[in-house]
């Protein structure tokens, strides 16, 4: 069985323009992602996916492997299906650009729930919410499972939500991790799948497949990630000096 990475990423973004090429203790956002990605013993190779030259530039001259995408995709998913279409493998893990502190455990994480369910199509990791600041952050997407290890439902809104709007000792919440492990065959699939009103109204790529009736297996994991969303971000990152 054939275990590729690709990290999409794209020039533009919403909060911090050219976040991708941002510089943590000097190398920027990208390389962060692509070198703690190859720490992933489980993956046979990494590719970015990009339809930015000045991504794909700087990723070649630290020696990454670039698959040149459409300038057209809506979002990651997209944009790796389309970078998947001539590569040879069986499962593909989408670690988002931004994740610059990915933890090797957690690509292996996503792996191994497609291994170990024959049935499941498409997986994801998710870690506990401990304290009432993270569970009401808007920019921390939140996951409800099922009593099966399956997604429910994906939102920034704190969820699953009480009537007192706060916390309860009663319930799990999670944090969902930006990563997603996929079957080719399925992968490819996702484009065509009709685009989805709770995808639009959440911008979240994965509400697209569970709106369109297939399932998300969902693995747990205690480890710590930083994404990189907002300046802040950039900022706790460049303290914890790019390392994991």
Partial sequence: MKIIGIIPARLGSTRVQAKMLADISGKPVIRHTYEHAQKAKILDDVFVATDSKEIADVVRKFGGKVVMTSADNKNGTDRIAEAARDLVCDIVVNIQGDEAFIHPDIIELAVKILQDDPDA????????????????????????????????????????????????????????????????????????LKRSMLEEAESLEQLRVLENGYKIKVGITSKETIKIDTFDDINKAREKGGSI
Avoid: C, W
């Fill in 121 to 192: 199509v498409m997986g994801t990791v998710a870690r506990p919410i401990t304290n009432e600041e993270e569970y009401l952050e808007r920019n921390a997407v939140k996951v409800v499972i099922d009593l099966s290890g399956r997604a429910l439902y994906f939102s920034r809104a704190p969820i699953p939500h009480s009537k007192t709007g706060k916390m309860s000792d009663a319930v799990k919440y999670y944090h969902h991790i930006g990563i997603y492990s996929f079957r080719r065959d399925f992968l490819l699939q996702y484009p065509g």
